[in-house]
């Protein structure tokens, strides 16, 4: 059978009907080198250097630190079009995408944090949230298998990478703005997983 259509809300991710390609299912092959992972290799690099950069900056903020930042979290959305169009998914690639973005948002948060360049309390929220989750997924992993990625946790992430970015420029009160935002949308998807990870075998599973 051959794949879907490509049309543009399939190409941006916002038709994900089908379910995930049969290449990113657990016990299909890695194949590490493919386009798509190729970009996941350079987002792996630069949060790296967003590190290094801000960590050693006196305050944290600048327009180098904005660009690293800013390439890695838009580079989920390249290398997932690049997927699409090339038809080049792997298991490894599904493997590390949402392992880079969690990094780059632990990344952030530390870099806010050491540098105050947000309210610290929502911040350590975040933190708290990472720790449920780290908790509830081998929990769940052991039960079921994978978590079910809900659309609310997709969009979740962007208005606390858009804080994160933001505050790295001294964008205030937006980069505060969009962090409250985050933390909102990322404790409802947090229950979400929750809701999922606590559900019995036979439940039906959480709507995406």
């Known amino acids: 059978m051959g794949r879907p259509r490509l049309t543009f809300r399939r190409l941006s991710g916002l038709d994900r009907s089908g379910g995930p390609p049969p290449e990113t299912l ?6 590490p080198f493919t386009i798509p992972n190729a970009i996941g290799y350079v987002r ?4 790296v250097a967003f590190l290094a950069v801000a960590l050693a900056d006196d305050d944290g903020e600048g327009w180098t ?9 838009w580079g989920d959305y390249a290398d997932g079009m690049a997927a699409r169009v090339t038809g080049q998914y792997s298991r490894l690639g599904a493997l590390m995408d949402p392992v880079i973005d969690r990094a780059l948002v632990i990344s952030g948060v530390l870099v806010a944090y ?25 929990f769940y992993v052991r039960r079921r298998g994978e978590l079910k990625i809900t659309m609310l946790g997709r969009w979740a992430v962007w208005p606390t990478m858009g804080a994160i970015a933001f505050a790295l420029v001294g964008a ?19 229950a979400q997983y929750v809701q999922q990870a606590l559900a019995p075998p036979d439940a039906g599973q959480a709507s995406t």
């Open 114 to 138: 050491d540098h105050e360049l947000l309210p610290r309390w929502a911040l350590l929220v975040l933190v708290a949230r990472e720790a449920v989750m780290l908790a509830v997924g081998p």
């Open 44 to 47: 792996v690099a630069c949060l």
């Open 65 to 73: 630190q904005f660009a690293l930042f800013a390439v890695v979290a």
């Open 26 to 31: 657990p016990g299909a092959p890695l194949r």
């Open 172 to 190: 205030d009160p937006l980069d505060e703005i969009l962090l409250y935002i985050g933390v909102a949308m990322t404790l409802g998807a947090t």
